[in-house]
């Protein structure tokens, strides 16, 4: 059974920093695209940035939030800096089979998920 697992949200001050990790079990994610997903409370989940032999990010978060991979340990972080509260939201780590993703930011093309953690960006 594939799982994966969020960890490292919280409750940070306007312009402060956090990093989440996503470990996957069950199989691996090695040269196989993984991304960060994030949904605010009444919004829609929105595409982050993902990484699959290079790293892709929506331009709102590009030069403050960084996805790195380590696969020996089948994870994929998210180094987040500069954080405003409007990126208080439910954060998701998501996973696919599909070495022929074109657009990264497609919901349907990740297999997947995990079940989030929740960071709060609030003085």
């Known amino acids: 059974q594939v799982q994966l697992i969020e960890s490292g949200g919280g409750l940070v001050e306007p312009g402060g920093s956090l990093r989440l990790s996503c470990v996957a079990s069950?199989?691996?994610?090695?040269?196989?695209?993984m991304a960060w997903f994030r949904q605010a409370p009444g919004k829609e989940r929105e595409y982050v940035a993902a990484?699959?032999?290079?790293?892709f990010y929506t331009n709102s978060v590009k030069g403050r939030l960084t996805i790195s991979r380590d696969d020996d340990r089948n994870t994929v972080l998210l180094q987040m800096n500069s954080l405003t509260p409007e990126e208080t939201a439910v954060y998701y780590c998501?996973?696919?089979?599909?070495?022929?993703?074109?657009?990264?930011?497609?919901?349907?093309?990740?297999?997947?998920w995990g079940q989030g953690t929740q960071v709060t960006v609030s003085s």
């Open positions: 998501a996973a696919s089979t599909n070495w022929f993703i074109i657009d990264y930011s497609l919901l349907k093309d990740y297999e997947y």
């Open positions: 069950g199989r691996t994610f090695n040269d196989y695209p």
């Open positions: 990484t699959f032999r290079g790293t």
